[in-house]
């Protein structure tokens, strides 16, 4: 048994050395660092799998270079796919910061231009507040419940979008525009229409 | 006529030259101001340009450098025992990371005894190499994949409970961490996502236990407990295989099934200090090699403010024909159960689990139900209190009941 045990042993690491010299198991490292990832993939890979071990981690919580070492770092914990790490490093690390009046209103228009409120709802609000508008993790607002967030007024919600909130009982804030910078006036007041026509009761 | 006429062009000429002057001198005077207030400006932009680029080096370095970790202290409440306030553990997580090629991991323990001495431990320490998008090789002292709360779920600002459910700690059912090479990362499937860890390793030692018949004074021995808290030497020479794969269906639930096999020997004997000196540590003369092997099973699911749980080890050691210690084989097996729900728009959390814990000794045996109610101060810091409702043994420990009050906090 011992024999055979060890014999094992040997032939897994030779045929690992096979795989790493025969580079099927290795890619070579990208030019950029960090590459960049999709932001709306990024608050999928978030919303889906951090909570599933632990309370969710807001983005404000760490600046841009902690995030990558930490975004690493659960990689290995929660096998996570390269691509997914890229993803999340790129939401977490534009969503950790304020809204900044770049004076970009022309920029920003060109860029949301054509894009409809459920695309916007699918791309920025779906990772947190879910398909169905109840949240997609525990403390976050519940749009279908009649006395919930839906229950304030326009001008309140748009506030609170553009310039990030904190809901009572919620593990984290929202960041300003959701995290996505790209988000114009008629973006927001779009989103929440939609909002209100989807799932207000 | 003509002589005023000269005299009249000479004063012209003064006239003007002494007006001029003094605009030439004023003209020259505010020229050179504005050069100076220029130098100046481009001095500043030149000095403000040289932070910005000082600045962005900290930002996007080729190496990072990163600290992490978790800590937590409270006080426990032990029926028919004395009341104490714990200091529970520092835990501080070092990462060394370069690019996004590799990352050296570490994690510390530091405990506060009863006696006040601090005891260090090295919880695991791991050159991680990022290969390829799917693959990353993890080499060194790792906590054991082998099921879901060993390797990530214990951190007490995970734990949603104060304590961990029994046979999940230090010579339980389930192995604690390995020392080896490790592969592991994820993949999608269909429409469905995995994950992988398969490990070789230097795997556990066995510590068995002497007792002496009263009426013959025979010495026999039974196993006593599993030591996988990956050693730095492999004394037997006997590797162990394992690894772990995770299914997720969909993305609130996921499946774990887990495997370890290899062999493991008896290198410490405690219960009879006439023959061993009350405790051995190294391999024991002419002990054999025993069959060793781990299985579990592992689930999570999350649905609104609910998550539900569960996880099922059980570890088996074959039995020894020959050797000082030779014994029959032994098995532990522990599984958890854990719901914990999240009041609506509230920092309140209630959790409740059940824990069945069996091994080769009743003293040690135990069914344990825990309650705990949690304060969510903030997503990373937690106040808990639980209340341990314990069934074992009579007169043993496992069956005294305990409250613990814990602040958790991970940072």
Redesign the interface.
């Given at each position: 048994?011992?024999y055979l045990?060890?014999a094992?042993?040997k032939s897994?690491?030779f045929t690992?050395f096979i795989l790493?010299s025969s580079g099927l198991?290795?890619?070579a490292?990208?030019a950029d660092?960090?590459?960049a990832g999709n932001f709306s993939k990024g608050s999928k890979v978030w919303a889906?799998?951090c909570?599933?071990?632990?309370?969710?981690?807001?983005p404000k919580?760490l600046r841009?270079?902690?995030w990558?070492?930490?975004a690493?770092?659960m990689?290995?914990?929660?096998?996570?796919?390269?691509?997914?790490t890229r993803d999340l490093i790129s939401f977490l690390q534009a969503s950790n910061t304020k809204s900044v009046a770049s004076g970009s209103a022309q920029i920003t228009a060109v860029l949301s231009k054509g894009v409809t409120a459920k695309e916007t709802y699918d791309k920025t609000c779906i990772a947190c507040h879910g398909g169905d508008g109840?949240?997609a993790?525990?403390?976050t607002?519940?749009f279908t419940s009649s006395d919930g967030a839906l229950s304030k007024s326009d001008s309140v919600l748009i506030d609170h979008i553009t310039n990030g909130f904190q809901?009572?009982?919620?593990?984290?804030a929202m960041p300003p525009k959701g995290g996505n910078p790209n988000l114009s006036a008629a973006d927001i007041s779009a989103v929440l229409k939609y909002i209100r026509e989807t799932f207000e009761k | 006529m003509n002589y005023s006429c000269h005299s009249f062009r000479r004063k012209l000429l003064v006239t003007a030259v002494s007006l001029v002057i003094p605009v030439t001198v004023n003209a020259e005077s505010s020229n050179a101001d504005l050069q100076q207030q220029l130098d100046a400006l481009q001095n500043q932009v030149t000095a403000l340009n040289s932070e910005v680029q000082q600045a962005a080096e900290w930002k996007n370095p080729n190496t990072l450098v990163h600290m992490a970790g978790y800590a937590d202290v409270g006080f426990i409440s032990t029926e028919n025992a004395n009341d104490s306030f714990v200091a529970g553990t520092f835990a501080p997580i070092l990462h060394y990371q370069y690019r996004d090629a590799v990352m050296m991991e570490a994690e510390l323990e530091f405990e506060v005894g009863e006696d006040g001495g601090t005891e260090v431990a090295l919880e695991y320490m791991t050159i991680d190499w990022f290969m390829s998008d799917y693959a990353v090789l993890v080499a060194g002292k790792f906590l054991s994949p082998v099921g879901q709360f060993r390797q990530n779920l214990h951190p007490s600002w995970i734990n949603k409970l104060a304590s961990a459910p029994p046979g999940f700690g230090h010579d339980g059912a389930a192995p604690v961490s390995d020392l080896g090479f490790q592969l592991r990362g994820g993949f999608p499937l269909g429409n469905m996502r995995a994950n992988y860890a398969v490990y070789a390793s230097n795997g556990p030692e066995i510590n068995s236990e002497a007792e002496s018949d009263d009426a013959t004074g025979v010495v026999g021995y039974e196993l006593d407990g599993v030591a996988a808290e990956g050693f730095g030497a492999d004394v037997d020479g006997e590797k162990t295989w394992g690894g772990r794969i995770g299914i997720l269906p969909i993305a609130s639930v996921e499946i774990g099934l887990s495997l370890a096999t290899g062999m493991a020997t008896v290198t410490n004997v405690e219960g009879n200090e006439q023959l061993f000196n009350d405790k051995i540590v190294g391999p024991l003369s002419g002990e054999t090699a025993r069959d060793y092997d781990v299985i579990g099973a592992d689930f999570v699911w999350l649905t609104g403010n609910m998550s539900l749980r569960g996880e099922y080890v059980k570890t088996e050691v074959g039995e020894a024909t020959t050797g000082v210690t030779a014994s029959e084989a032994a098995e532990w097996t522990t599984w958890y159960t854990q719901a914990a729900y999240r009041l609506p728009n509230t920092k309140w959390e209630g959790v409740l689990r059940y824990t069945d814990y069996d091994s080769p000794h009743a003293s040690v045996d135990q069914k344990q139900t825990a309650i705990g109610v949690n304060y969510l101060v903030s997503n990373n810091f937690m106040v808990k209190l639980t209340h341990e409702l314990n069934d074992g043994l009579d007169g043993a420990n496992s069956d005294i009941d305990r409250t613990l009050l814990q602040l958790a906090y991970g940072f």
């Open positions: 048994m011992k045990n060890n094992i042993c897994a690491l690992v790493f198991l290795i890619t490292q990208a660092f960090p590459q889906d799998n909570n599933r071990c632990h309370n969710m981690r807001g919580e841009d270079d902690q990558i070492s930490t690493f770092h990689r290995v914990r929660a096998g996570l796919t390269g691509q997914e109840k949240g993790f525990p403390g607002p519940d809901s009572e009982g919620s593990p984290m | -």
